[in-house]
């Protein structure tokens, strides 16, 4: 497994694989991997010669006052998990060759996609996200990228960028991983006190007790969302950022859900800002 800081160093080395036929699979983190980060890097070893992944914790994506300094790092412990994943290149580059100086060019999807949910908590971290990805896509180049859904807007932020800026590759979406208890994995799991890791199944739970209510054959969002605000409520330890019910395809509000509905939702449980998702009726 070979590590690769220089852009100029990784470029080459993708493009060779290119030229020499290799189908690059990528997969871009911000490290502190977890089995949600491992069952994206072995679909990618599924699916390419090259498979890359990216380690990188990106500045632009960090509001201010958020965990960019406190996000949890440990190469090493990557670098094993990525070497047992059978992943051929790290690419580990700084922030300043990433954004050296007078570096000035940002990608924006504009609209709703990106100014509701996260977006209205997090104004400038989409512009981040499609910033990065648009250059590490650049960089490795690679045939299929691959994405988790539990960061589901993110992956319809990338989606709609990649087919408006024409980039190619596939980009492929693979489910949540969860703990065996149902929390979502994320590398910020790691921030919950014993009691906060107990209050965050209420995130969990809540999708269960929305999508137990539409197979029962509750339609009406309005009903659905006021059970679901009850139990993020319940435990009074939990501060709601977003609970809604939107279209899986454009992130629309719906009043009344169908297949295509998914529930999204953002809580803070103490200082550790939580997302989860998942279907109603799929
Ligand atoms: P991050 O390092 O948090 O930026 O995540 C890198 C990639 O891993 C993104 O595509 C995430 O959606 C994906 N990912 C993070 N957590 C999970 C999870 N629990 N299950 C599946 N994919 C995940």
């Given at each position: 497994m070979e590590i690769i800081s220089n852009i100029k160093e990784i470029q080459t080395r993708c493009l060779n694989a290119r030229a020499v036929g290799q189908i690059i699979a990528f997969v871009p983190t911000m490290g502190f991997l977890h089995e949600g980060h491992l069952s994206l890097l072995r679909e990618g070893r599924k699916r390419g010669d090259l498979l890359v992944l990216s380690i990188f914790v990106n500045p632009t994506q960090f509001g201010q006052g958020e965990d960019l300094d406190a996000y949890p790092r440990d190469f090493e412990r990557d670098e094993r998990l990525a070497r047992e994943c059978g992943v051929d290149l790290i690419f580990y580059p700084d922030a300043e060759s990433i954004y050296p100086p007078g570096y000035a060019t940002y990608v924006?999807?504009?609209?709703?996609?990106?100014?509701?949910?996260?977006?209205?908590?997090?104004?400038?971290?989409?512009?981040?996200?499609?910033?990065?990805?648009?250059?590490?896509?650049?960089?490795?180049?690679?045939?299929?990228?691959?994405?988790?859904?539990?960061?589901?807007?993110?992956?319809?932020?990338?989606?709609?960028?990649?087919?408006?800026?024409?980039?190619?590759?596939?980009?492929?979406?693979?489910?949540?991983?969860?703990?065996?208890?149902?929390?979502?994995?994320?590398?910020?799991?790691v921030y919950l006190s014993d009691d906060g890791r107990n209050d965050s199944l209420a995130l969990v739970e809540t999708l269960r007790q929305a999508a137990e209510m539409a197979q029962d054959g509750e339609l009406a969002s309005e009903k659905i969302l006021s059970s679901a605000r009850q139990r993020l409520n319940a435990g009074g330890t939990l501060s709601i950022d977003y609970v809604k019910l939107c279209n899986a395809h454009t992130l629309e509000e719906v009043a009344t859900i169908d297949h295509n509905t998914v529930m999204l939702l953002a809580v803070k449980v103490g200082k550790t800002r939580l997302i989860d998702n998942g279907p109603l009726l799929g």
């Open positions: 924006s999807v504009e609209g709703p996609l990106t100014t509701s949910l996260e977006g209205a908590c997090r104004p400038t971290h989409f512009r981040g996200v499609t910033t990065v990805v648009t250059k590490l896509l650049t960089i490795v180049m690679p045939h299929v990228a691959l994405f988790g859904r539990k960061d589901f807007q993110q992956l319809a932020v990338i989606r709609r960028m990649t087919k408006d800026l024409n980039l190619p590759g596939e980009i492929v979406g693979l489910p949540i991983v969860r703990e065996d208890d149902g929390l979502a994995m994320s590398s910020r799991n």
